[in-house]
């Protein structure tokens, strides 16, 4: 059991909640805590998907800046290599991750949502990256998750003045996928999260990795790798399922192999 991540699994979705209170701040220890549940949610079968989001008002406030107060040059190199490893894990992971966004989201916290394959956000939420407002700049994937998100100018924008932005605008510019009540937020994700999970886990794997290719390698390599995907798809069981229940006009019973 994490000392700051509570894990509920539910019809084959961990539901994982950060308590790090009051602020939910991503300290050294949060995160190498989540490094080790993502090992575990990969070799678990019965899990197929993750919702993340935060105990209390917020999702997730930053990092801890008590520990900056420490930190020489070579420690924040170390501090934001491990920030930006374990948030490109997330974005790689073979499972999806969802980021159900219950309050202000900041600093790190973004640069953890942004690694997330998909965000759904509160109305209510606060989103931002006021790393400059420290004399910092963002340390974990900020600078370059978010300008593929919303676009190098909306980007620079956010960053440079450190403002931040509600859930339905983050929805509007295409920081979230959608934007609900906070008190909708949870089953929203769930129920999407369940409906991923009816998918074959093999093909799911397979679609996030195309999925990944298309924004780290150039259009004639990405489809390349999207058709030797395509490919491994035909030596699972799951595709010849899928297909005869199509045929055979009935719903696919996925064995995940």
Not at 210 to 220: F, Q, R, V, Y
Not at 235 to 252: L, N, Q, S, W, Y
Request: proline share 4%; charged share 25%.
């Amino acid at each position: 059991m994490s000392a700051h991540w509570n894990v509920q699994v539910e019809d084959r979705v961990a539901i994982v909640t950060i308590n790090n209170p009051p602020a939910n701040a991503l300290s050294r220890k949060v995160l190498e805590e989540l490094q080790e549940l993502l090992v575990q949610w990969e070799a678990d079968s019965a899990i197929k998907a993750i919702v993340l989001t935060g105990e209390g008002r917020f999702f997730i406030a930053g990092a801890d800046i008590k520990e900056f107060t420490q930190m020489d040059v070579a420690d924040a190199k170390a501090a934001s290599k491990l920030g930006q490893d374990l948030f490109t894990r997330i974005e790689t992971f073979p499972k999806p991750v969802i980021a159900a966004i219950n309050g202000p989201c900041l600093g790190g916290g973004l640069e953890l949502a942004m690694a997330c394959h998909i965000r759904l956000a509160a109305v209510e939420a606060r989103l931002g990256l006021p790393e400059l407002n420290l004399g910092l700049i963002p340390g974990y994937g900020g600078t370059q998750r978010l300008p593929r998100l919303v676009g190098k100018g909306r980007a620079t924008q956010m960053i440079l003045t450190s403002d931040m932005i509600d859930g339905v605008e983050a929805h509007r510019i295409g920081l979230a996928e959608a934007v609900y009540p906070v008190e909708q937020l949870l089953d929203e994700a769930k129920k999407l999260a369940s409906a991923i999970s009816n998918k074959s886990a093999v093909t799911v794997k397979l679609a996030l990795a195309a999925i990944h290719a298309s924004g780290t390698l150039s259009p004639e390599v990405g489809m390349q790798t999207e058709a030797e995907l395509f490919g491994e798809a035909f030596a699972t069981d799951d595709v010849r399922e899928g297909v005869a229940a199509f045929i055979e006009k009935r719903k696919p019973q996925f064995s995940d192999r």
